[in-house]
């Protein structure tokens, strides 16, 4: 079945730092991928989307591109700030299905 | 935008109780909403997906006796844990999708702590 895979957190940086946060996908066809950003005490919010090949999602200085050569959307930013200290959830949603799966999820905290 | 809420936030119940949580669209109408579940540092388990006017469809391994599924309108749908034990202890979040086919988008709620004692 379809499955997400996420870099394993937590991960720590400081501020302005470069971030890269690594998600693989497995899925059949032309599945949809997305980004959801959970702050602390509050429910998922979408953070960026992609849904076809070579599409670049972009939100908040946050991008991702939809590899599927490499079955890979990974998220960047060229400079964190504090606010950003969240979890990131990768997730992709089968071609033609409802239902989204998630990745395990990437606990992200920012240092001033 | 589309905004979901739950209710109760969070809930403790003695062990052997039944917990209803609600999960609400706002501002628009969802034919479709989701229920997960969430351990501490883990991911979200999608449990079941909830369609008005019909009976939810599980996902395997979840009891679908014990965590019973009402989507009786299209704003408003309800999981009810029965005979709640402490391993049912865990942090449930709704989505609900807008209807229009070619849409991508679920909206989450905010998400319930049920402990079960």
């Known amino acids: 079945g379809d499955s997400v895979t996420q870099m394993e957190g937590p991960v720590t940086l400081s501020e302005e730092a470069f971030l890269t946060i690594n998600c693989t996908y497995t899925a059949t066809g032309y599945p949809s991928l997305f980004w959801y950003v959970q702050y602390p005490g509050e429910g998922l919010q979408l953070l960026l989307k992609a849904t076809k090949a070579d599409d670049k999602g972009s939100n908040k200085g946050f991008e991702a591109t939809y590899r599927k050569e490499t079955t890979s959307f990974h998220l960047e930013k060229g400079s964190v700030q504090v606010s950003d200290s969240a979890v990131y959830f990768c997730?992709?949603?089968?071609?033609?299905?409802?239902?989204?799966?998630f990745g395990q999820g990437t606990r992200l905290t920012i240092n001033p | 935008g589309a905004v979901v809420s739950q209710h109760p936030s969070w809930v403790i119940c003695k062990s052997g109780t039944s917990v209803k949580i609600e999960c609400r669209s706002l501002?628009?109408?969802?034919?479709?909403m989701f229920w997960y579940r969430q351990f501490p540092k883990q991911s979200l388990m999608l449990m079941a997906t909830?369609?008005?006017?019909?009976?939810?469809?599980?996902e395997q391994g979840v009891e679908k006796d014990k965590f019973l599924i009402n989507h009786a309108s299209l704003t408003l749908s309800t999981l009810t844990v029965t005979s709640a034990h402490p391993e049912d202890s865990s942090f449930y979040i709704c989505?609900?999708?807008?209807?229009?086919?070619?849409?991508?988008?679920?909206?989450f709620g905010p998400g319930t702590r049920l402990t079960v004692l």
């Open positions: 909830s369609n008005e006017g019909s009976k939810a469809t599980y």
């Open positions: 989505s609900a999708l807008p209807p229009g086919q070619g849409n991508n988008e679920q909206f």
């Open positions: 997730a992709l949603k089968g071609q033609g299905a409802q239902k989204l799966v």
């Open positions: 501002d628009f109408q969802a034919t479709t």
